[in-house]
């Protein structure tokens, strides 16, 4: 037996498959990812939409944007790991969708029940 713990690997990782990315797939995935964040800036600061519409837009690019990244940048596929990235991918999407469905209820509910109503600010001395 060796000292050299990486002795007779000679690159076997185990039988797992490592996703290897070329520089077009981080050109695609970065070019994606500026799309993603430019178009939600500028609905914004332009304001062509109502804040309601606005704010679906940017939670849907929200979500396609986190699906590039995974993709793109962690290198998620159904190939890759025996389907087990696909399966954390979807996971990470109901988990997203949950979160910002909950976030936007909590968001309405606050809007609703703490701001001041015009009887109560007559009132105020």
Excluded: C
């Excluded at 070019?31 to 062509?48: C, K, N």
């Excluded at 190939?79 to 979807?90: F, I």
Aim: without cysteine.
């Amino acid at each position: 037996m060796s000292d050299d713990p990486h002795a007779g690997t000679d690159g076997d990782h185990g039988g797992i498959e490592i996703p290897h990315a070329t520089m077009r797939d981080y050109a695609i995935g970065f070019a994606l990812s500026v799309i993603l964040t430019a178009i939600p800036f500028w609905l914004v600061m332009a304001g062509p939409l109502s804040a309601a519409a606005t704010a679906a837009i940017i939670m849907g690019f929200a979500v396609v944007q986190i699906v590039v990244h995974m993709v793109f940048f962690l290198h998620m596929s159904p190939k890759a790991e025996g389907g087990w990235t696909l399966t954390s991918l979807v996971f990470t999407i109901i988990v997203v969708v949950i979160m910002l469905a909950g976030s936007l209820w909590v968001m309405h509910h606050l809007n609703t029940n703490m701001m001041p109503m015009p009887h109560d600010v007559r009132q105020i001395p």
